[in-house]
């Protein structure tokens, strides 16, 4: 799977001059927000994501993705609709497909 890049729009809070970006990869989910002299930046691997919330206004999404791990859960405000359901999609299938490549060599252990 090719990363995928989502950024939030710039006509929403906090994102005007330098709007948050989500990319989902095939083994992370990695959220970045810049401002003007640092860039802030939080991942979790796609086998620790344990659910994914997406609230729906008017015009935009805010997403929320918590971690099983417990930490702090990673939040975007301001993604399209179309943009958070497919954040969701390719989460739910890179995590399909990391446990499908984990099952046989779970099952070769156990024989």
Known sequence: MATETFTASRWTKGNRLFPTTLQVTDT?????KRSWFSRDEESIHILRVASVRIGT???WSDILIESTGGGQPIASH??????ARRIKELIEQAQSRQLTAAAPSELRRGE
Request: net charge positive; aromatic share 0%.
């Open 78 to 83: 301001g993604h399209r609709k179309g943009d």
């Open 57 to 59: 206004g008017i015009l």
């Open 28 to 32: 992370a989910v990695v959220r970045t």
